[in-house]
């Protein structure tokens, strides 16, 4: 069980969201950077969807109330557990009685806990992700608030074995040349949107080449950029359609919205472009006053990165799963 000492600004139970529920205008949900997400179980020897704490701007304090396995991935905080430094993108052991205390530094502003056997909190519609405007999923449907106590669920065959072989102070991490660029003024790729031939010349030349900023009206439904305007070259009448994750709208007045986790289901404004789903974690990790440019790349590029992306990810879960059997089994003995 972990308990809450203090919430932080906003820490939420996610998975990876509600899938095929869209039609029926259900909001997906789910963690905004699913790369840190996915990764942080792995880690702890959990499946990739297994619900973790997602940890915005301002840390908690945490109180593990059994000893446990843990892993926190993520950008833009450091982790100090009973006093003594805690690296990111590693495995944990943590004794009954710890505390764990997350502190905002650097750039990025999220961060995801997961603990072996995941947050056990019941599921909505085949998801524990929290939906905070629906009070839906996660911990009664809301943000953590100090006191509330979780449950931790069954450690799995892996988790077990990556517990009863490490250290108290883990040697090995993911190494960096597998993890998002999180730097300061993050180029993100995108692919052209489905009506990017509305808009003037000039106006696909701005968002190329101008950068963005990011409003202080921004929450887990949409970024609101503020730059140069952009203008369609003839004002019309559109349908509203499927948007994604990452999928980039104008409205009327000329400041576009990159749709996030917890976007609409439908949008009637034109699309200039869709971000590029290895690049959704650098846009995750930005925060109100965080600056990006756009960088025009071909749907085939995008796909081919993907599949990199997702090559890298297999390999460590093979990693693991092969280092957690060896060292399990060498520790059992």
């Known amino acids: 069980m972990i308990k809450i000492i203090k919430p932080g600004m906003l820490t939420t139970v996610q998975d990876l969201g509600r899938s095929g529920y869209q039609k029926y205008g259900v909001v997906q949900s789910g963690a905004m950077d699913a790369f840190a997400h996915r990764i942080a179980n792995l880690l702890a020897g959990n499946p990739e969807n297994e619900a973790t704490l997602e940890i915005t701007l301002t840390g908690p304090v945490l109180e593990f109330q059994n000893d446990t396995l843990i892993a926190i991935c993520g950008s833009g905080f450091h982790a100090v557990l009973d006093g003594k430094p805690v690296g990111l993108w590693r495995p944990k052991k943590v004794k009954s009685g710890s505390e764990l205390i997350l502190r905002q530094d650097g750039i990025g502003c999220r961060v995801y806990l997961a603990v072996s056997g ?85 106006s696909i030349g701005t968002f190329f080449r101008e950068p963005y900023r990011l409003s202080q009206n921004s929450d887990r439904m949409g970024y609101r950029l503020e730059g140069p305007k952009l203008a369609v070259k003839a004002t019309q009448e559109m349908l509203s359609e499927s948007v994604g994750f990452g999928t980039i709208q104008v409205p009327s007045g000329g400041e576009p919205i990159v749709l996030l986790a917890d976007r609409q289901t439908t949008g009637g404004y034109p699309k200039i472009a869709q971000v590029a789903s290895v690049d959704l974690p650098l846009l995750a990790q930005l925060k109100p006053g965080d600056e990006l440019r756009f960088k025009k790349i071909t749907l085939q590029e995008a796909q081919l990165l993907y599949i990199e992306r997702e090559k890298q990810i297999r390999m460590l879960k093979g990693t693991i799963a092969y280092q957690a059997k060896r060292r399990g089994t060498h520790a059992e003995h």
Do not use: C
């Open 118 to 202: 995941g947050i056990s909190v019941p599921e909505v519609l085949k998801s524990k992700s929290t939906y905070l405007r629906a009070k839906i999923g996660g911990f009664n449907g809301r943000a953590l608030q100090a006191g509330d106590v979780l449950e931790t669920g069954i450690p799995g065959k892996v988790s077990r074995q990556l517990t009863a072989s490490l250290e108290y102070h883990s040697a090995w991490s993911v190494s960096k040349n597998m993890l998002p660029d999180y730097g300061p003024f993050p180029t993100i790729r995108v692919v052209p949107g489905r009506h990017e031939d509305l808009f003037t010349a000039e």
